[in-house]
């Protein structure tokens, strides 16, 4: 009668514990489910300022690029890859140019290059998108993402001083 009641005794404890792992568990996934969608915001929010540096006409001697590769780097982090496949060939195809590192080869020529405040404009809307998604990640969370970010935004700094 006694093993019989140790016995049951065990079960009991065994399903309790296993029932804990299991609501850890399904609170794990929750958090994961939770976690991507958030990174999926966070790309959505930085692909446009991606794309706002990426038609930028003036080059502000590389810092542009590197904040560029920055918030490439992070949404790579994020799981999606935005970097344009051609995007290297076309940094040194711009540079080689002398022209603004990554405009576009099929882009038609424009009569007058963009002005300076039109660009400065372009620059200052994309940090400002990069400072919001970097306060919208909880502190202590996504410490590779945040320091890229980080990097993007002190780069941009950089290429707002440059004139």
């Not at 969608?37 to 080059?59: G, M, Y």
């Not at 810092?63 to 999606?80: D, F, N, W």
């Not at 007058?112 to 400002?128: F, I, M, R, V, Y």
């Amino acid at each position: 009668m006694r093993s019989t009641h140790v016995a049951i005794v065990a079960v009991s404890v065994l399903l309790a514990a296993s029932s804990g792992l299991v609501a850890a568990q399904v609170t794990r996934g929750a958090r994961a489910e939770v976690r991507t969608a958030a990174d999926s915001a966070e790309v959505a929010a930085l692909k446009p300022a991606f794309d706002t540096l990426l038609t930028a006409d003036h080059d502000y001697q590389g810092h542009r690029v590197k904040a560029m590769r920055e918030i490439a780097q992070a949404c790579r982090l994020l799981g999606t890859d935005i970097l344009p496949p051609d995007f290297e060939e076309r940094v040194k195809e711009r540079k080689a140019e002398g022209g603004a590192a990554t405009k576009p080869a099929t882009r038609p020529a424009k009569p007058e290059p963009e002005g300076q405040s039109n660009s400065d404009d372009q620059l200052t809307h994309a940090k400002g998108i990069v400072q919001q998604v970097l306060s919208s990640i909880p502190a202590g969370t996504q410490p590779k993402v945040v320091e890229r970010l980080q990097n993007a935004v002190s780069e941009l700094t950089t290429a707002l001083s440059i004139k």
